[in-house]
């Protein structure tokens, strides 16, 4: 392992601060979401607050007021890096203001000073399922080429207010999330008249596919913009890694794989690191009956932005078969047929460590671009046990085998940069809003409904972990 491996752990800024009022804060999309379960799903109130429904994500894990706190315990850790957003919203409370909010800068400026006492790297992701409801109500969010003036204003704001405290950047957390019907609201800002709930989305591709462009060219805009204030800032893009196998030897198995691998998980990381959509998309477009509007100085522009690195999210996989009789498993974002050979977590993730290999090698070997696993781990209802600790030896073990197998990709050739699994702490689940459904290293004392008196515990994997960074990764 190359000694300045980038150890450490993710979180993003509106699953983990709350305060989502404090110091002038806007509203943003993610505040307007209530909770769920694994069953009911998380509902979207666009418009205004409805009563009797609880916001999860207003509160969630409150770094806001424990930053100080969270920020020591990642670095007793030992945390080379650590992964985070900042909230649009703290910025630009609705989107559209000409001058920055100075409170909400003056935070991200404490939140990186303590990170740099404590020997950590920030890695910052710039939108992360999140923007102002004031820019999703006026625009529709990325379906308005308006939202890239107002994203860039932000950026610029960003870049020229930290560059000398924060190297790494990411555009958008899982851009190519946009591929899919679940991303209207949570990624590209897009509220249908009648949308209510996340599997009832009103969809349509036509916009959705323009807005997701409108998104991709906003972010080759950011990458000069960033360059062009610090020529030493390492800009990246995000994608959720969503691999899949085929079914059986079935050649129209393996066709149908492909077809998938390209639509979803290559759709955006080609025109980001390639600067140019696949030659796939003319037929993939066709089929669906889109005709995108892309402009030749889109064009250049997507040619001229294309990212310094490549940094995915990787979960679990799932099969493809060409039948339509197979029952379907869940998945990060994408449901799938299930793999005799592999097990699932309570949520229905199928277990893959092996696929983090293939996957990796995959990437690489199709763009020779650095790699960063940003988020990779295990949601599972921990428990406070009557001794005070957590224990959580299936998380240590789903991160050990994980990490196991992306050091083999390493020794395959792939050049990896570093490792911050979700999530550094336990925050707000992304899709279903609980609490419960936890990740952390940290255990945080709050139920579903924000009860609890929000303290922190290590948790078994948290001892684990620190002694993995401190051996470099050799002692698992
Ligand atoms: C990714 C998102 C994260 C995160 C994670 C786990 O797709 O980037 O924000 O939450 O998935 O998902 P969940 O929280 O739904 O369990």
Redesign the pocket.
């Known amino acids: 392992m190359r000694t300045d491996f980038l150890w450490g752990g993710a979180t993003?800024a509106n699953?983990v601060e709350g305060g989502f009022d404090a110091d002038g804060k806007g509203l943003s999309c993610a505040d307007l979401l209530s909770n769920g379960t694994r069953e009911v799903p998380r509902q979207i109130t666009p418009h205004q607050s409805e009563e009797g429904l609880y916001y999860p994500n207003r509160i969630a894990s409150d770094f806001y007021h424990h930053y100080e706190e969270d920020i020591r315990l990642m670095g007793e850790m030992g945390f080379k890096c650590y992964r985070m957003s900042i909230a649009w919203t703290r910025i630009f409370p609705t989107g559209e203001e000409e001058t920055p909010n100075e409170a909400g800068l003056a935070f991200y400026d404490r939140v990186f000073d303590l990170l740099h006492e404590q020997g950590i790297e920030p890695m910052v992701t710039i939108s992360?399922?999140e923007m102002p409801i004031h820019l999703v109500n006026k625009y529709n969010g990325w379906a308005s080429r308006e939202t890239i003036d107002h994203f860039l204003r932000y950026c610029r704001v960003l870049f020229e207010r930290y560059h000398t405290k924060v190297r790494y950047w990411l555009t958008f957390?899982?851009i190519n999330?946009g591929t899919l019907a679940l991303g209207n609201y949570m990624s590209l800002g897009i509220v249908h008249e009648g949308t209510r709930y996340f599997t009832k989305q009103i969809d349509d591709p036509q916009l959705r596919y323009q807005a997701l462009h409108h998104q991709m060219v906003a972010s080759a805009l950011a990458v000069q913009v960033g360059h062009a204030i610090d020529a030493d800032l390492q800009i990246g893009c995000m994608i959720?890694m969503m691999p899949t196998y085929p079914l059986t030897c079935h050649p129209k198995d393996l066709l149908k794989c492909q077809k998938q691998w390209q639509e979803i998980n290559y759709y955006c990381t080609d025109v980001m690191v390639r600067g140019s959509y696949g030659a796939y998309t003319k037929r993939m477009w066709a089929d669906m009956g889109i005709t995108l509007s892309i402009s030749d100085q889109d064009r250049q522009t997507l040619k001229d932005g294309t990212v310094d690195y490549i940094a995915i999210?990787y979960?679990q996989t799932n099969c493809v078969s060409h039948e339509d009789d197979h029952s379907m498993i869940g998945g990060?974002?994408l449901a799938g047929v299930a793999n005799p050979y592999l097990k699932a977590s309570e949520?229905g993730w199928q277990i893959d460590p092996d696929g983090l290999r293939y996957t990796l090698k995959e990437l690489y070997d199709r763009y020779q671009r650095p790699l960063m696993i940003v988020?990779n781990?295990l949601?599972a209802f921990d428990q406070l046990e009557s001794d005070g600790c957590v224990h959580d030896p299936y998380r240590i073990d789903y991160l050990r085998q994980h990490i196991r197998c992306m050091k083999e990709a390493i020794a395959d050739g792939v050049d990896v940069m570093g490792y911050t699994p979700?999530?550094a702490i336990d925050?707000?689940?992304?899709?279903?809003g609980e609490m419960a459904?936890r990740?952390g290293f940290i255990y945080v004392d709050s139920d579903d409904h924000g009860n609890g008196s929000f303290r922190r515990i290590r948790k078994d994997s948290f001892y684990w972990y620190a002694n993995v960074i401190a051996s470099n990764g050799e002692e698992l």
């Open positions: 993003a699953q992360h399922y957390n899982e999330c959720a999210s979960y990060n974002l949520w988020e781990g949601g979700w999530s925050i707000i689940s992304a899709s279903t459904k990740y």
